[in-house]
């Protein structure tokens, strides 16, 4: 089971990495701007950045937010069960009967233009300011998060922890 984790985490990171890399060969302003800032970190601090330095480097924070929402690396998130009976749990006009498995679109979460100005439009300034952990936003309230690749609820993907 720990070797499926690690794996996981590992190709969850991989898939993220290599969706950044297509993301910034088309979108050349937001590779420059990337650039010029770890440069600027670099200059200043006589190193390369760790991942502890994070919040020195905003744009690139916002940009990999920005690609995990933009080419989302699962297509679904984890199923979750009904267990509540259908009077109680509504969507719009449909009651979902108990022990219904229910599985969304984390492509139709991403893009939705309720929550998402823009969808279809690679901006990392939409996450401008953002100073939570990625797993700190997973465990938030469905409207809090920034991104729902990890998925939402009690049974957010375990691997939220090791990304």
């Known amino acids: 089971y720990l070797a499926d984790l690690i794996v996981g985490a590992g190709d969850t990171t991989a898939s993220l990495l290599l969706w950044l890399f297509a993301i910034l060969a088309e979108y050349q302003d937001v590779q420059k701007i990337i650039c010029a800032e770890i440069d600027t970190f670099m ?4 190193r390369i950045p760790s991942f502890s330095d994070r919040l020195d480097l905003p744009y690139t924070e916002a940009a990999l937010l920005e690609s995990a929402r933009f080419r ?23 009651c979902i009967p108990k022990n219904t498995l ?10 939705n233009p309720d929550v998402y100005e ?12 953002r100073t939570n952990s990625w797993n700190t936003s997973s465990n938030g309230s469905i409207k809090d998060r920034d991104i729902y690749m990890f998925g939402w609820g009690r049974w957010v993907y375990t691997n939220v922890y090791t990304v």
Request: charged share 15%.
């Open 102 to 111: 229910v599985v969304i679109s984390m492509y139709a979460m991403h893009m």
């Open 43 to 46: 200059m200043k601090h006589g």
């Open 72 to 94: 989302c690396v699962s297509n679904f998130g984890v199923p979750h069960c009904v267990t509540e009976d259908g009077n109680t749990v509504q969507i719009d006009e449909y």
């Open 118 to 129: 823009n969808p279809h439009k690679f901006m990392p300034e939409r996450f401008f300011g």
